[in-house]
């Protein structure tokens, strides 16, 4: 692997700043791909334990679906439960302290499909019962993109799928029994969610990866356009109270950037300058006490380590006041996914 390989990351090391800062990391995976042509075909709480003992205080971590160890039969619907009863498992083995001081997975979000309307509430309560102490919500992914040159890992590759009478009803379902939604699609939908939210107002959204830029492609050399259609949605999607923000994913190669075809992996302090721009506007948008600074790990260790990754949080955020700076990096993730340690 000549990028985003434990070689290729150990190439730019530097020194951890602000380490007892605590850290609770809002957004990660777990899998174990085989035969996928994919940078990082595992990842699992070993390698989960490598990343987040590398110099940074993390204290807990929040498991996000990515569509791994399902059920292999039974009803198509309950499949979604195997990846919960997996997770589940390796929470455990975090909580007995032999992977170091961080709870991994104190909180897990699965995937069930908002599709099946009222009929996706015994779905909730099995991914519940396969987790009772951690299971906080779902991800019903909801990419989509008129151009066949933008990939599209979505479950359900359709268009207005917010507005669906459906998806709101399942979405009611979700937030009645007290569980969260994570928002992922591309920013050009940003629009939908804000009136998706204003629609289920009792239902908590998580806005994933800064809203979804997407800077390759159709949407390549034209910054001045693009970034403009993002910030309005971003600003709308911000009027919605009961929307959160993920400050990551920045790292995917879809944003734009050029970190993960590198000879040398970029640091920490060129990184903090590329993200700030980006990151500032969504904070300003949403406050601090809404915004949560997130890994997407492994999806964004193509272009950088974990470790450079939170120096240049550290980075970008030091003009914030103590306080706003604990939201982010802690508080705010440990509220709206009830992590209490």
Avoid at 81 to 91: D, I, K, M, N, W
Avoid at 136 to 158: C, F, Q, Y
Avoid at 216 to 232: I, K, S
Avoid at 288 to 312: G, I, L
Wanted: proline fraction near 7%; charged fraction near 20%; glycine fraction near 8%.
């Amino acid at each position: 692997m000549p990028f985003g390989g434990p070689d290729w990351l150990a190439l730019t090391q530097e020194p951890t700043l602000e380490p007892d800062l605590p850290n609770c990391d809002p957004h990660h995976h777990f899998w174990d791909f085989r035969n996928e042509r994919i940078p990082y075909q595992r990842y699992l709480l070993h390698e989960l334990a490598d990343d987040i003992n590398s110099g940074h205080n993390v204290r807990s971590t929040v498991f996000v679906e990515a569509r791994a160890m399902y059920r292999a039969d039974g009803p198509v619907e309950m499949r979604p439960v195997g990846e919960v009863e997996f997770v589940q498992g390796l929470a455990a083995a975090s909580a007995s302290g032999l992977y170091g001081p961080g709870r991994a997975a104190a909180a897990i979000v699965g995937n069930a499909n908002l599709n099946l309307g009222e009929r996706v509430e015994p779905v909730l309560e099995a991914l519940q019962a396969a987790s009772p102490n951690r299971f906080r919500g779902i991800r019903h992914s909801v990419t989509w993109d008129p151009h066949p040159e933008i990939e599209n890992t979505a479950a359900h590759n359709t268009e207005g799928i917010l507005a669906s009478d459906s998806f709101r009803a399942g979405a009611r379902v979700l937030a009645r029994m007290g569980f969260s939604l994570e928002g992922w699609m591309y920013f050009p939908q940003l629009p939908e969610l804000a009136d998706f939210a204003r629609a289920v107002p009792d239902l908590t959204i998580i806005l994933n990866h800064i809203g979804g830029l997407l800077r390759v492609g159709p949407y390549g050399n034209r910054d001045d356009e693009v970034l403009a259609t993002w910030r309005r949605g971003i600003a709308a999607v911000a009027e919605c109270p009961n929307v959160n923000m993920k400050l990551g994913g920045i790292g995917m190669p879809r944003t734009g950037f050029d970190w993960h075809t590198r000879n040398e992996p970029i640091g920490s302090e060129e990184l903090a300058e590329s993200m700030a721009p980006l990151m500032n506007y969504c904070i300003e948008q949403f406050g601090p006490n809404r915004c949560m600074f997130e890994s997407n790990f492994p999806v964004d260790k193509v272009s950088y380590s974990y470790h450079v990754m939170y120096n240049a949080f550290k980075r970008l955020s030091k003009d914030y006041s103590a306080t706003e700076r604990a939201a982010m990096f802690h508080d705010t993730a440990a509220r709206v996914y009830r992590i209490e340690l």
